[in-house]
Each structure stands twice: as C-alpha cells, then as structure tokens.
C-alpha cells in the first residue's frame, strides 16, 4: 500500500513587508516544526510591492518534509474600504450611523483591484461593485455619487 503525502494549510492575515518571526507568526509556524524566520523573509520580499502593513491573506501549505509554500490574494475589502473612507473603524451601529463616505468612483477602483483575485476572475466588474456596495452598507460607509 502506497502511502499518500499529507500536506496542512495554514490562513493567516500578515502585513505587507513587515512579517517577523514573533508572536503570532512565529508560534504558529514554530509548533508545526516550520522556521518562522524563513517564512518571514520570502513574504518579505514577495509582499515588497505593497504598501509596508497592508494586511494580506495568506495560505500557507506545509509538506510533511518542512517544505512549504505560500499564496498571498488582496487585502480585504473592509480594509480597502476604511482606507478610502479615510475612517480606523467602521460604525458600531452601520444601518444607523455613517462612520465615513466613498465615491462610485472609490467603489470601482476596488472592484478592479478584486477582481484580480483568483476567487474572483470569473466575475464581472458590475457584481463585484455590487458586493462591494453591500460591503459598505455592513460597515457603515455611505456611498455616494
């Protein structure tokens, strides 16, 4: 009987250029028996043509031999979205309070930034606006014309 190759995912949220082998990356990686500053100088320098702190998703799979691989995918919509607004929090009643304002033009420059994403490239840019629009609405960030 062959044996079969078990590889486990990791999803983290780490800042553009600025990922170190501390808390929470560092014990993450150092109980699966993975070097944390290894990790740490590849996103480093995948991540350099961002913005230094700008979260990115990462999946990290790890090969049962230590070996391991990463993708990164955009940063997160409420984080684009806050950015734009110019707002640190979104509004702790959103469907009563307006925590900040976006133009249809912010929205859309968004979506094309999404739209790069894997999980995103079969859809078009008039549904990722769309999903956008209610992302705003979840968070309190008026959109206006």
Partial sequence: MASAIVSSKIKMLVPAGNARPTPPIGPILGQRGLKAIDFCKQFNEFTK??????????????????????????????????????????????KHEIAG????????EIAKIKQNQDNMKDFDLRSI?????????????????
């Fill in 49 to 94: 043509k961002y913005e230094v702190d700008t979260p990115i998703p990462t999946i990290l799979t790890m090969q049962p031999d230590r070996k391991f691989t990463f993708s990164c995918n955009m940063p997160p919509t409420t984080w684009l979205l806050k950015r734009a607004a110019k707002i640190d929090k979104g509004a702790a009643k959103p």
């Fill in 101 to 108: 304002k976006v133009s249809l033009k912010h929205i859309y």
């Fill in 129 to 145: 606006c769309k999903s956008i629009v209610a992302t705003c609405g979840s968070i309190g960030i008026e959109v206006v014309p």
